[in-house]
């Protein structure tokens, strides 16, 4: 046998990236098609129907404990989450944006949200849209996040 034919070849790749929450990438149709945006990360999976949803209080202090890397405070302070919204039976649609679009961690911020989130008890499944609109500002940051920042 010569070498060629002993050579097996692994599987190719379905997608040419390597990005995990390309898999769930929508495009934007109001915007740049090569903008992040709509729904970005998943986690979790559904609850039954009667199951208790968790409580507003927990899912944000579970969100807070998600950091964007450049910036020494959690992105619920920096203003980043614009929607939380919790249906009955657990699950959650999670509206964010970025401090740019160009963000470096772009690719990786919506998991991290997505799976902060679903660690919380009764947390169904969890959905992360990226958002552009209304464009992040330093005035949606909290007061306690502009004093750590010293804009104060």
């Not at 559904?46 to 998600?66: D, F, Q, Y």
């Not at 919204?85 to 997505?114: F, N």
Request: glycine residues 6%; aromatic residues 6%; negative net charge.
């Amino acid at each position: 046998m010569d070498e060629k034919s002993s050579e097996v070849s692994a599987p190719q790749p379905t997608s040419t990236s390597s990005e995990p929450w390309q898999q769930h990438q929508e495009p934007d149709p109001y915007g740049d098609p090569n903008e992040l945006s709509g729904l970005v990360a998943k986690a979790g999976t559904s609850n039954e129907a009667g199951t208790a949803a968790p409580s507003r209080e927990a899912l944000v202090e579970a969100i807070k404990t998600v950091y964007d890397p450049e910036i020494p405070v959690d992105i619920y302070e920096l203003g980043l989450i614009y929607e939380l919204d919790i249906a009955d039976t657990g699950d959650l649609k999670i509206s964010m944006t970025l401090t740019a679009p160009g963000c470096p961690v772009a690719g990786i911020l919506p998991q991290q949200v997505a799976d902060a989130a679903a660690s919380v008890n009764a947390t169904g499944a969890v959905e992360v849209y990226l958002v552009w609109d209304p464009p992040w500002d330093m005035e949606k940051m909290s007061e306690e996040a502009k004093l750590a920042l010293g804009f104060f």
